[in-house]
């Protein structure tokens, strides 16, 4: 069973930054997508950003720029530091694992992935 936990959640001002971590269990499998997912209130969740095993990365078109996704290589850990931060970026940030290689394209949702954590709550203020 893998296990994910997110941190680093909290509240900000407009512009302001944050970093969030997962920290995760041993995969099982050799290869594997990771990403980063939010859901505001009353919305489904978006995919934010996807790493794959080959750290190929892709950002959601709202994020890019202000946002960067890195795989610890040291540890068990993938991180999200959040720059630039704007109201519209409020929601509960999950991350969020599937076994293979490439990492389903951003638009195929939530559904692609099989293991996920809690969340961390960001709120960002006008």
């Known amino acids: 069973q893998v296990r994910l936990a997110e941190s680093g959640g909290g509240s900000v001002q407009t512009g302001g930054s944050l970093t969030l971590s997962c920290e995760h269990s041993?995969?099982?499998?050799?290869?594997?997508?990771m990403a980063w997912f939010r859901q505001a209130p009353g919305k489904g969740r978006e995919a934010v950003a996807t790493?794959?095993?080959?750290?190929?990365?892709t950002y959601a078109d709202s994020v890019k720029g202000r946002f960067t996704i890195v795989k610890g290589s040291a540890g068990r850990i993938l991180t999200l530091h959040m720059n630039g931060l704007k109201p519209e970026d409020t929601g509960m940030y999950y991350c969020?694992?599937?076994?293979?290689?490439?990492?389903?394209?951003?638009?195929?949702?939530?559904?692609?992935?099989?293991?996920w954590g809690q969340g961390t709550q960001v709120t960002v203020s006008s």
């Open positions: 969020a694992t599937r076994g293979g290689m490439w990492c389903p394209l951003l638009f195929m949702g939530s559904r692609e992935y099989e293991y």
């Open positions: 041993k995969f099982t499998y050799s290869s594997y997508c």
């Open positions: 790493i794959d095993s080959k750290d190929g990365i």
